[in-house]
Antibody, heavy 119, light 107 residues
Framework: QVQLVESGGGVVQPGMSLRLSCVAS????????MHWVRQAPGKGLEWVAV????????ESADSVKGRFTTSRDNSKNTMYLEMNSLRAEDTAVYYC????????????WGQGSLVTVSS | EIVLTQSPATLSLSPGERATLSCRAS??????LAWYQQTPGQAPRLLIY???NRATGIPARFSGSGSGTDFTLTISSLEPEDFAVYYC?????????FGQGTKVEIK
């Protein structure tokens, strides 16, 4: 069965960096685009970034552009989110999401990794 | 950026009743709209994609309709596990946007 497991979250101070990982299993990871979506405590969903199936393209939300970078290693079935210059407003649960196809929707979601940015 | 507006913010209904949720886009998204369900402490689950197609394993009581700027998610008869928050989502130029959510609560 499809599984997505995020890790790497934690508490960091403003201005610091953190790297999240998402390990995929149960499907051919290398043929799917992947996304990051976040949810601040008690708030709605916010799309963060997408990466193409072979890393051929990457796009990110304006709120994180220039600070967050998405990458993937298909040999390890793993996607990464490198987060720099973290701000208090980046505090959220970060979900790893598989693209259903054509970049339109997310059909499988991980359970999320909590990132807290606080001094 | 396309903005999605969901209404109502909260829907108070009893089990067995019909739920009708609305999502309006600031400009046409064609039929490229999805609905997700999120229960407390859980990740979102894809219910409907391309406005009216049920995702794998989704019960027939969930249905979606609409195109252009106005979309509807209907739950024909609410089961106890359906009380949750529902989000609509669209994709434009590789960027996703979500509505703010509708909470379906037990009356």
């Amino acid at each position: 069965q499809v599984q997505l497991v995020e890790s790497g979250g934690g508490v960091v101070q403003p201005g610091m960096s953190l790297r999240l990982s998402c390990v995929a299993s149960g499907f051919n990871f290398g043929v799917y685009g992947m996304h990051w979506v976040r949810q601040a405590p008690g708030k709605g969903l916010e799309w963060v970034a997408v990466i193409g199936h072979d890393g051929n393209y990457e796009e990110s939300a304006d709120s994180v552009k220039g600070r967050f970078t998405t990458s993937r290693d298909n040999s390890k079935n793993t996607m990464y989110l490198e987060m720099n210059s973290l701000r208090a407003e980046d505090t959220a649960v970060y979900y790893c999401v598989r693209d259903l196809g054509r970049g339109n929707y997310g059909d499988y979601w991980g359970q999320g990794s909590l990132v807290t940015v606080s001094s | 950026e396309i903005v999605l507006t969901q209404s109502p913010a909260t829907l108070s209904l009893s089990p067995g009743e019909r739920a009708t949720l609305s999502c309006r886009a600031s400009q046409s998204v064609g039929s490229y709209l999805a609905w997700y369900q999120q229960t407390p402490g859980q990740a979102p689950r894809l219910l409907i994609y391309d406005a009216s197609n049920r995702a794998t394993g989704i019960p027939a009581r969930f249905s979606g309709s609409g195109s252009g700027t106005d979309f509807t998610l209907t739950i024909s008869s609410l089961e106890p596990e359906d009380f949750a928050v529902y989000y609509c989502q669209q994709r434009s130029d590789r960027v996703w946007t979500f509505g703010q959510g509708t909470k379906v609560e037990i009356k």
